[in-house]
Nanobody, 123 residues
Framework: QVQLVESGGGLVQAGGSLRLSCAAS????????MGWFRQAPGKEREFVAA????????YYADSVKGRFTISRGNAKNTVYLQMNSLKPEDTAVYYC????????????????WGQGTQVTVSS
């Protein structure tokens, strides 16, 4: 079992930045691929970014490429999402997820989920 706890959400003006963190329990964190997903009101949960266990492979949604950066600190059992140049359309609940396999973009591929953290970008 892996438990995930997100933090770092909040209210920010358009053009601003936020850094989300996701702390994971367990001793084998480096064997898990990690992903960030988001869900806006009335919309389906969507892929944002993913990173392999080693941190060498990263994937991004086209909508965030060049603005968001995913990273991980395996010694701290933590994955991060640095979000720059935020837009109102980035407003959503952001979820951290883990899977004991290669990194993918699919929501259905991830086994473990955090409770989510709200990000609100005002115009």
């Amino acid at each position: 079992q892996v438990q995930l706890v997100e933090s770092g959400g909040g209210l920010v003006q358009a053009g601003g930045s936020l850094r989300l963190s996701c702390a994971a329990s367990g001793r084998t964190f480096s064997s898990y691929a990690m992903g960030w997903f988001r869900q806006a009101p009335g919309k389906e949960r969507e892929f944002v970014a993913a990173i392999s266990g080693s941190g060498l492979t990263k994937y991004y949604a086209d909508s965030v490429k060049g603005r968001f950066t995913i990273s991980r600190g395996n010694a701290k059992n933590t994955v991060y999402l640095q979000m720059n140049s935020l837009k109102p359309e980035d407003t959503a609940v952001y979820y951290c997820a883990a899977r004991n396999n290669i990194a993918t973009r699919g929501v259905e591929d991830y086994e473990y989920w955090g409770q989510g953290t709200q990000v609100t970008v005002s115009s």
